[in-house]
């Protein structure tokens, strides 16, 4: 027994599993356009480092989700070698894909060295305003008394002295301002007539 233990263990030695996650160092970072929207635009910058003795062959990167979707895929064209110490950089953008959860989107890169994907063994996350909690996307589409933020109608808070009013706070004079003013009005009109 024990030297089926010590000959496994030499093997895992001698014989490196070949993955991106022992061969390979990877980072992958992304930028929306403000809030990551489900369907719009999403930017990509991925870096893979070599940590392996030996030049690999990079055919095609992607990305797929928790339930092993691929969101995204781009092939390397022609084919670039990674030599040993050496990173590949790719900027790339896709369109931001449908959380599976809620609103976090649980996602892994994957690395193509020409023997099928090889993925990330952890999960990197991504918020995603899913399309589904949309309300509005500007005021006009609320109600008057409330304003478009963050994509959920809102109510406006206004100010002591004033009232909601289409999508804005507005002055509203108070009774006792309203009867000075008649007060001085009809002083002026009296004056007038003398």
């Known amino acids: 027994m024990r030297l089926i233990f010590w000959s496994f263990l030499l093997a895992a030695i001698v014989f490196p599993a070949f993955s991106a996650g022992s ?3 990877s980072s992958v970072a992304f930028q929306c356009n403000g809030i990551c929207l489900e369907g719009s635009p999403i930017y990509w910058n991925m870096s893979l480092r070599n940590i392996d003795n030996r030049t690999v062959g990079l055919k095609q990167i992607s990305l797929s989700d ?3 979707l691929v969101f995204a895929q781009w092939a390397v064209i022609p084919e670039k070698n990674i030599h040993p110490g050496n990173n590949f950089l790719l900027s790339a953008s896709s369109l931001v894909p449908p959380p599976l959860r809620g609103s976090t989107l649980y996602y892994r890169a994957c690395f193509d060295f020409g023997k099928g994907p090889e993925c990330e063994s952890g999960w990197r996350t991504l918020i995603v305003m899913p399309v589904s909690a949309i309300q509005c996307v500007e005021s006009k ?25 289409n999508h804005g706070c507005s002055f509203v004079p108070s009774a006792g301002l309203v009867a000075v003013l008649v007060i001085v009005v009809a ?3 009296w004056r007038r007539r003398k």
């Open 187 to 189: 002083l002026i009109i």
């Open 141 to 165: 589409e609320c109600q008057l008394s409330s304003i478009c933020q963050t994509f959920k109608c809102q109510p406006l808070v206004c100010p002591l002295g004033s009232i909601a009013d």
């Open 23 to 25: 061969l390979f160092q």
């Open 66 to 68: 928790a339930d092993g």
